[in-house]
């Protein structure tokens, strides 16, 4: 994902989420990850509540990210394949090959 905002200019924040962690905490969902933009690094924290859903779900089920989707159908397996079944996904490539 990347985040842009005016006060970067043409700078943009990227953030993995193949390599972030999920975790429920009480009645919040986090996903903590590192922003990278170049030689800075930041720390980040996105929480979801019962109340994100329904926006999630629109974002989820709109034309636009389903065309994205489908387009892009090919690199959902390889993040299932990777992430799931190989359990690789988030690690550095000479940790991967054990």
């Known amino acids: ?11 943009a924040l990227n953030l993995d989420f193949g390599k972030c962690d999920v975790v429920w905490e009480g009645n919040e969902v986090l996903v903590k990850g590192i922003l990278r933009n170049g030689g800075t690094i930041w720390n980040a924290r996105v929480t979801f509540t019962k109340g994100d859903l329904p926006g999630l779900m629109h974002l989820v089920f709109s034309f636009a990210m389903m ?4 387009i892009n ?19 550095k490539p000479k940790e991967s090959s054990k």
């Open 73 to 91: 159908f090919i690199s959902f397996f390889t993040f299932v394949r990777d992430k799931f079944i190989l359990r690789r996904m988030g690690l």
């Open 67 to 70: 065309r994205h989707l489908i």
């Open 1 to 11: 994902m990347r985040v842009w905002s005016k006060g970067l200019g043409k700078q």
